[in-house]
């Protein structure tokens, strides 16, 4: 019997998985029609007394990365529509949320009916397969600072169609576009666009190359269209990656992305909660979730009066205090503290 066929050697290390960081070039980038989609993984927990339950998380999911990354090594390809990064088993996935939702019970039972309410779709298998382009979610955020939800949907919409404009193509024979809607994950709002065939961002390549006038006619202020260049050249640069913002230590990519002109803690923490998929963030600095807290305890948040010019329905001391009880899952602790408001909890104190 003839021995098997090897792979060589050489065709090996060409070969990129789709997973890797952005390193195709403008051409290539403008003819796909799927975002760059990969998978982050979830915040360390901190030790302590909960250390042998955490190190077990911690042992779950990197098993998990090492299944998601096997093709890597394998060379076995995945489907085109889901990376390896990002095609974590149902079982799996379901398991972490499971057991997510009841830590936070066992925590303060409190939290039961606000679970049984309101199912969280960001960490369910759905949320964690969908395609995420780092670049153009740190972007939609500056694009839709300081604006109204429409007028962020139709900047954005101008911004894309100044490196793809619409063609006829886009359109089917009856000249009516398929729909896809998004939900935003925090509001529970639902949003319908029109699908078409033509890519959905425009690469870091092409927004760093493009002149600042012509940025603006989108839309965007002088300001907003420096940021937006600002950061496409640090994905340019490699200063910022796909790659290193899914693996890289939560701190750091605080750190790092905080850096960029444009983006502060809010806006990150957010993107690290709801594109990142990190199980552990948890935002101090949210005036929603320090109401949803204050609700949680018991407070009359009706009563509660604006001092200084500045709402302040619980301390960031006894914010930080709760809400470390709930680690290593503060992410869904804090999407359930916007729900609070939605629910009685008081039944259960």
Known sequence: MPPPTKRPAAAARKRKTPSDEFTHNTEQAASQSAPHTWYANDNHPRPGPGA????????????????????????SPQPAAVSPSKAPTATTTTSILEEACAHLISVDSRMRPLIEAHPCRVFSAEG????IDPFESLCSGIISQQVSGAAAKAIK???????????????????????????????????????????RFPHPSQVAACALDRLRTAGLSQRKAEYVQGLAERFVAGELSARMLADAPYEEVIEKLTAVRGLGRWSVEMFACFALKRLDVFSLGDLGVQR???????????????KGGKWKYMSEQDMRELSDRFAPYRSLFMWYMWRVEETDVSTME
């Open 292 to 306: 949803g807290m204050a609700a949680f305890v018991g407070r009359d948040v009706a009563k509660l009066k604006n």
């Open 157 to 199: 919409k101008r911004f894309v169609e100044l490196f793809f404009p619409p063609t006829p193509e886009d359109e089917d024979e009856d000249g009516d576009q398929e729909e896809d809607h998004h939900v935003n994950e925090i509001t529970g709002s639902s949003s319908t666009f029109k699908k078409t065939t033509r890519p």
């Open 52 to 75: 042998a339950r955490n190190a077990h998380t911690q042992q779950r999911e990197a098993d998990r990365r090492a299944g998601n990354h096997a093709e890597a090594e394998t060379g």
């Open 128 to 131: 964690l397969a969908e395609q």
